[in-house]
């Protein structure tokens, strides 16, 4: 028996925008809390202000300004610093609210958002229709017009349209046997 090699036959491309868009939003959360807490505290890399960070900055307030204030409550010292702990303690919770770890250069691992067919048929079904498409895209070139419509029922939905290419494509959900 032949070992089954998954083949990629499309692409999950709203996760993939979901994803860079979560990234983006974490980034924009991180240099908003890293301006604002710069007037305070000196922090080196703003990839340390991932995870729960408010607690640190607490302890770095703490060891910045302890000795310039006599005895009275860290709520105090943020008063009188006009330092909002609210707003550092809401940033720091999106931040950790976003579950995607930034790397020193503020990138983020790339997860493979590939779809993969899940049998042999699947693989033979999908290479067939890649080739019907590839031969139906074709006849454009001659100027020959077939309906869309009138394939993709024809092949019981097995073929779908692509308007942003304008051409025929293999229907991914029907190819792993997923309904509408």
């Known amino acids: 028996m032949k070992n089954f090699q998954p083949i990629p036959i499309g692409k999950d491309e709203e996760s993939e925008k979901r994803f860079k868009s979560r990234v983006?939003?974490?980034?924009?959360?991180?240099?908003?809390?890293?301006d604002y807490i710069s007037k305070f505290v000196e922090v080196q890399d703003k990839?340390?202000?991932?995870?729960n960070f408010y607690d640190s900055f607490v302890t770095m307030f703490l060891d910045a300004y302890k000795d310039k204030f006599p005895p009275i409550s860290i709520e105090k010292m943020f008063e009188?610093?006009?330092c909002d702990a609210n707003k550092v303690k809401e940033l720091c919770d999106k931040i950790e609210g976003i579950e995607i770890k930034l790397d020193s250069k503020m990138?983020?691992?790339?997860?493979d958002f590939n779809i993969y067919t899940e049998t042999e048929d699947q693989n033979k079904l999908f290479v067939t229709l890649n080739r019907v498409c590839k031969d139906i895209n074709a006849l454009?070139?001659?100027?020959?017009?077939?309906?869309?419509?009138?394939?993709?029922?024809?092949?019981?939905?097995?073929?779908?349209?692509?308007?942003?290419?304008?051409?025929m494509?293999?229907?991914?959900?029907?190819?792993?046997g997923k309904q509408y």
């Open 24 to 34: 983006r939003m974490k980034r924009k959360y991180i240099d908003e809390l890293h």
């Open 47 to 51: 990839v340390n202000l991932q995870g």
């Open 80 to 82: 009188m610093m006009d």
């Open 107 to 111: 990138d983020a691992k790339e997860p």
């Open 140 to 167: 454009k070139d001659f100027g020959v017009r077939l309906s869309g419509n009138a394939l993709i029922q024809g092949t019981q939905q097995m073929l779908a349209y692509d308007w942003a290419n304008q051409e």
């Open 169 to 176: 494509r293999p229907n991914t959900r029907r190819i792993l």
